[in-house]
């Protein structure tokens, strides 16, 4: 049986997405800036998909900017922001411990640049309170980026209450919303978010194609030069094929979304319950405010990638959750920020459901990982020291 259970890295292509990418690759190619009429329907088709987006989110279509992605939106969002604050003068930056690398890597950038960036930390269960950052506001902020669900942990952070006390301070907000929308209720206006970057490959649209939301007002700074598309932000030629599919893929999750989301937790919540009864385990992240597909789990005494390789040959495809792609072996800093020592964070697995995944896959699962668990722990001399009380358990 193949299982794929790793919806938080990528998602599949859903039906919808895929006709609506293929006019625009095989009959409607012209460029959208191109005055013939081929060209002129490729620019229908844009601004059609800039519509469906800005009606998804509760924004207005002048606020959609369409991205190669999530990382190039959050990168642009940040930037801009800080180019607006320096011209203020202010150049302080509130954030969180545990956010992603494109958020992560972007603000290093910016403090090696004379910023200085406040990194909230994060409660034991991946929380984080807009007390802390009404907190962390000064005369010098220019921005508050903080995601709005973690993608290692699926914690749920406070994002209207976030969004009420930036609005009140006249602070520009932005959130990395990728893993949320497409899954739970997202709505810029209704919540506050001056700024938002979202994928399209999260929500079963293509790889290569997102949107960073800017509020009127927001002055956005081009990361890229040349033509003027995306009214001069963002230069080069439309992915037109990758934006209607994105526009067909987040319609699609934005209907069926409390459908899916009453499924979904199902699932996950079945999966939970099955894998706590893994002695020497851990849930992480809130068991409510949770992404209604995210399970993570650290196991005492194993290794989260030899985990990983087991559960392969059962056909499982998981994640240990952290996005370790240099072959680094240093534990993710999300189970770091929440909390937990080296030895634990490395037992990392992160089990993310989709709408496709089935109750046969979730039972199947259920019976493959406790005895992938079990013959790891056979295995290790760390546990053998741990049943034979030389060393302690950290976990119950
Ligand atoms: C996947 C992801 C990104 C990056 O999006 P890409 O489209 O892959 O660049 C950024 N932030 C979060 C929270 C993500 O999960």
Known sequence: MQVYLDNAATTKMSRAAIDAMLPYLEETYGNPSALHSMGQRAKEAL????????????AHPDEIYFTSGGSEADNQAILSAAAMGERKGKKHIVTTAFEHHAVLHTLAKLEKQGFTVTYLSVGGKGNISARQVADAITEDTCLVTTMFANNEIGSILPISEIGAVCRERKVLFHTDAVQAVGHVPVNVAEMNIDMLSLSGHKFHGP???GVL?????VALTSLIEGGAQERSRRAGTENVAGI???AAALSGATARLDENMEKVKRLRDKLICGLSSIPHSVLNGDRVSRLPGNVHFCFEGIEGESLLLLLDEYGIEASSGSACTSGSLDPSHVLLAIGHPHEIAHGSLRLTLSEYTTEEEIDYTLKAIPEVVAR?????????????????????
């Open 213 to 217: 939301y800017a509020r009127k007002g």
């Open 376 to 396: 790891l722990r056979a295995l290790s001399p760390i546990w053998r020291d741990k049943t034979e009380g030389k060393k302690p358990f950290l976990l119950k």
């Open 47 to 58: 601004e059609a998909a800039r519509q469906v987006v800005a009606r998804c989110l509760g």
């Open 207 to 209: 790889k290569g194609v």
């Open 244 to 246: 209607s599919a994105l």
